[in-house]
């Protein structure tokens, strides 16, 4: 597909497989997105205004986990943009450990999310 663009073109697959810990932080704040999106999709969907009251009630403990985890996802992302810079930046254990315990909160969020969306 891209030599169409340009014929000697040759893809670094490093840049494709690219796991970092930016990468896993935007993936959790996509996942977060995804999910309060489709809560309100699911909820707006119902025909009467109870009903959609009752879901988006339903779902208030969901709405404070994923905006808590989401704090905490801009935060760390801020700081990253701002370490990124550094050319000498090379992330550590502790950088990995915190990328990977918030890509986890994610979701669990967005699993309870989906969960109680479907359930309701």
């Known amino acids: 597909m891209w030599k169409l663009f340009e014929k000697g073109f040759k893809p670094d697959f490093e840049v494709i497989a690219d796991l970092s810990p930016w ?3 935007f993936f959790a704040a996509t996942l977060i997105a995804a999910t309060v999106r489709e809560i ?6 119902a025909m009467s205004v109870p009903e959609f009251q009752r879901i988006l009630e339903g779902n208030v403990g969901v709405f404070a986990a994923q905006v808590s985890v989401s704090i905490l996802l801009l935060f760390y992302i ?3 943009v701002i370490k990124r810079h550094d050319s000498m930046f090379n992330p550590d254990a502790g950088v990995w450990v915190a990328s990977f315990l918030l890509w986890f909160l994610a979701v669990l969020s967005c699993y309870w ?3 109680k969306t479907v359930r309701a």
């Open 23 to 25: 990468a896993i932080s």
């Open 40 to 45: 309100y999709a699911h909820a707006k969907k």
């Open 78 to 80: 801020s700081f990253m």
């Open 113 to 115: 999310g989906y969960a």
